[in-house]
Structure formats: C-alpha cells, structure tokens
C-alpha cells in the first residue's frame, strides 16, 4: 500500500474575456448523480480592467487526483473558444496534460477513471503509462500526508461500491417491472 503525499502547485492566468474567468478545480466523480463535479480551488481573483481579470494563487492536490483549469477564452469569427486543460497529477509531482478543450476522447478517458473503469497508466494518448511522465508544470513543494495510507484508494472504491449498488438496484427494479408485465402474444 503506498502512501499519497500532497503535492502543491501555482496558477497564475489572465483572461480579457469577462465570461471565462481563470479557474482551477478538481474533477470528482458523483455516483448519486452519474456525473463529473467540479471541486473549485479558492483563487485570488485581480481585476486589471473592466474586462481583464488576474487569477492567482496556490492548490495542493493529490497524485492520480484530475485537474481541470481554464486560463480564459478566445473568440473567433463570433465564436468563443474556452481555454480548457485536464491534467492527471503523477506521483512524482508533475501536472501531465491529458486533454484540451472539448476533446471528446479525453473526456470519456477521464469519465471512466473517475468512475474506477480506467487505469490511470492508460489515460496518455500514445498509449504510453502516463503515471511516469514529466512535464513543465512541477510541483513547488511536496507537503507532509494529512491523511492515512490507502484513505484515497478507500474513497474511490467506496464511491464505486456505492454505483454499483445504485446499478444493481435500478437493474432489480427494471426486471420486477418487465416480469410483472404480463406479455401478450
């Protein structure tokens, strides 16, 4: 069993774009409502202008944790394009991109890893193991673990124990309702 040590990382990003602030958050997967959340990072938010806003600040997260940030937006041609990036925290305190934008491939990668149906070794997009890699996005620091080995393994098979359950109950309920259909020939 291997302990998760916090890694802590800086974000600095300055959008002109009023209607997509910079953010940085943590994707977290709902069973209850079979969806991804959004956990936001408190960020320090600097007005340069009416239009301009400076996000900065600092996040601590956990290796194999899923980052999602957006430094702004660019419009083109009457179309607004968010700056969206999705990173997988490895154990040796990189920020590893994974996804851009609205790349529907990464999205459902990262669905299904947050669901507990995908390795986080198979998240790259040359098929390589992900977990190992390095990027320009290091950690500052390492910090002490506040929380005891195996808690965040703990949380993830709990969170999938739990959708399974809530699987099983509605495919429980669908089969009383088609045996209790009488069929007609």
Same mark, same amino acid.
């Given at each position: ?61 956990? %290796? ?5 940030? &957006?430094?702004?937006? !660019? @419009? ?5 394009? *968010? +700056? ?61 673990? %506040? ?5 965040? &393994?703990?949380?993830? !098979? @709990? ?5 399974? *359950? +809530? ?19």
């Amino acid at each position: 069993m291997s302990i998760y040590t916090p890694y802590r990382f800086q974000f600095d990003a300055t959008s002109d774009n009023p209607d997509a602030k910079p953010y940085v958050s943590k994707l977290k997967w709902n069973a209850q409502l079979a969806r991804i959340e959004h956990a936001m990072y408190p960020m320090t938010h600097q007005p340069l202008s009416n239009t301009s806003t400076r996000v900065y600040g600092e996040f601590i997260a956990l %290796p194999y944790d899923i980052i999602e940030t &957006r430094r702004g937006a !660019l @419009t083109r041609k009457r179309k607004t394009v *968010e +700056l969206l990036s999705r990173f997988l925290v490895t154990p040796r305190g990189y920020l590893v991109l994974i996804g851009e934008g609205r790349d529907t491939i990464a999205c459902e990668m990262i669905t299904q890893y947050l669901q507990g149906k995908r390795a986080a070794s198979t998240l790259g997009t040359d098929h390589k193991d992900i977990t190992g890699a390095i990027s320009d996005w290091k950690a500052l620091t390492e910090l002490p673990s %506040p929380t005891p080995p195996g808690h965040a &393994r703990l949380e993830q !098979l @709990t969170q999938r124990k739990h959708a399974l *359950e +809530l699987e099983l109950k509605e495919i429980t309920e669908e089969l009383a309702a088609l045996t209790a259909t009488p069929s007609h020939p």
